[in-house]
């Protein structure tokens, strides 16, 4: 069995490797809806619609998310509203946020829902989000306070500096049905290649699962994001930063130090692996870039046998 | 200055006539929202939209409600899930649902999304729910018990027998700002060609609505939806004759004869106009079936010369 901690595009682009290279029932996906928005009353999981897309094979791969073959029907007609456009959300992408919408409104829980719109789509593996409670990524930014987190994201394109990151909220969560458990059961468990601060950390702040993961800390590997001092996509480098951590593998290192005994890190950043390993973690030196779908399944593998 | 109760199609075509003979300013609809829902959290307002697209020269004439040149991929996906499809939500007409539903959210009144969606379709006339606080018309249909308006109305496609209809929040509702205004100002007060208990009778049942039409007696003008004992579309007949009333011209002035003094009769109709006279309401015949727009704007001049 396996438990991995997921963000957006990237944990699923690992994702897609790792049920490539195992059986999908023994994979539970826990994934952050620290970004979910309610957008004209819809509730939309980015990141658990990101991991169901990708994994079906049917996300726009140009993108890394949203549906391929979009069609954009509903914003065209929002504009004679002056509506709000600057979240983009296609026709077919929209029938997901419905559904929830739908089910959350019958008293359907969201990990409940969750499963249906996996299943949905065919997917083995069990996804869950990380809590059924409202939990809120905010983002305090510079000359403006604190803004949501797809107001930072989306709208301003995080193209704005960060001066603190929060989870309200979670402190009242409670991790969803199965996710303690998939902890404590799983052989292996992973951090996906996510944002440490934006997708993993919420996972981490919902009561129970930090201290969960580091009580299985031997069996904990960890992806790094970064490689070669950049995010391959996303404001990740930028933002450790500017929250005062070393946007390297060794500034990962030392966010996951307590809670992973392993990281990987990339061939172009094997010169830090013994500074990673001065933080206490073990350093594997793979190719952990994912250009392509064996790519993530030699990575998965990778990780796998660690 | 015209004041119009107003339901769906019929009362929709009869103001596009309206609006062809009168200057649109002048014009403001009090329009039914006991037929409103939230379908995938959304608030759907039919009747308004019904008026709003048809006064906009958008409606799908065919069916007489949503779009015309409708896609329908939202739809179309949402079958995936197996998701709420009986009440179909065309693409462009989710726009709209998106947009209330969005403007609710952020605090707006649902008068205010109202007037918002009817100037961004370039309508000059004041366009009014009847409350901006929720009423729900309920059906309570044989052998199932109590059901939601749309319940009957779509997915029954009305094909059920009623025991009784109640406008379920009426009596703790307030009329919309400027209802009550427009009903003791207008000079011509219009009970449109509407269902008489599903359409009219909600928006009189909001505190004060029906005092103030029927302190206006003298100058309110209903027009018959029943012609030849049938109605035009919809279970207008049936749905009388279920509730004990009569389906006919006769029936619909025992209904309104207490808040109008004139009944706008069919030429199909006119060897009823003397009974109709005994329930103490003015009879006037003329044609009353809006097969073109022309016919509609005959209608009015006639409602506005009586």
């Not at 963000?7 to 897609?16: D, K, N, W």
């Not at 969750?114 to 949905?120: D, I, K, L, N, Y």
């Not at 480098?237 to 990962?252: F, I, K, M, P, T």
């Not at 990673?276 to 990778?302: F, I, P």
Request: charged share 20%; net charge negative.
């Amino acid at each position: 069995m396996i438990a991995a901690l997921a963000g957006g595009v990237g944990a699923a682009r690992f994702l897609r490797g790792l049920l490539d290279v195992c059986d999908p029932v023994d994979v539970t996906a826990i994934v952050n809806t620290g970004d979910d928005v309610v957008l004209h009353g819809l509730h939309v999981s980015p990141d658990v619609d990101t991991v169901i897309y990708t994994l079906a094979g049917a996300v726009n791969a140009e993108t890394g998310w949203g549906l391929v073959d979009e069609t954009w029907a509903v914003m065209g007609a929002l504009e004679r509203y002056r509506g709000l456009t600057w979240f983009r959300l296609g026709d077919h992408d929209l029938a997901t946020h419905l559904f929830r919408t739908q089910r959350l409104g019958e008293g359907a829980r969201l990990s409940d829902v969750t499963g249906e719109v996996a299943r949905a789509w065919g997917l083995g593996l069990r996804v869950l989000p990380m809590s059924d409670d409202p939990v809120e990524t905010r983002v305090d930014v510079e000359g403006e306070g604190e803004i949501g987190f797809q107001d930072y994201f989306v709208r301003r394109r995080h193209a704005v500096t960060v001066k603190a990151v929060r989870y309200a909220g979670a402190a009242e969560a409670a991790p969803a049905p199965g996710v303690l458990e998939a902890l404590s059961t799983a052989s292996r468990l992973v951090i996906c290649p996510s944002n440490p601060i934006l997708s993993i950390a919420p996972i981490l702040a919902v009561p129970g699962v930090e201290e969960a993961v580091a009580g299985r800390r031997d069996d904990v590997v960890a992806i790094s994001p970064i490689v070669a001092g950049a995010a391959l996509k996303g404001p990740a480098d930028r933002l450790l930063a500017e929250l005062g951590h070393e946007a390297s593998v060794v500034g990962v290192a030392r966010l996951y130090a307590h809670v992973a005994s392993t990281l990987v890190v990339d061939e172009a950043d094997a010169d830090l692996a013994p500074a990673v390993e001065a933080e206490g973690m073990r350093c594997v030196v793979t190719a952990t870039v994912m250009h392509e779908r064996k790519d993530a399944a030699a990575l998965a593998r990778a990780v796998l046998d660690t």
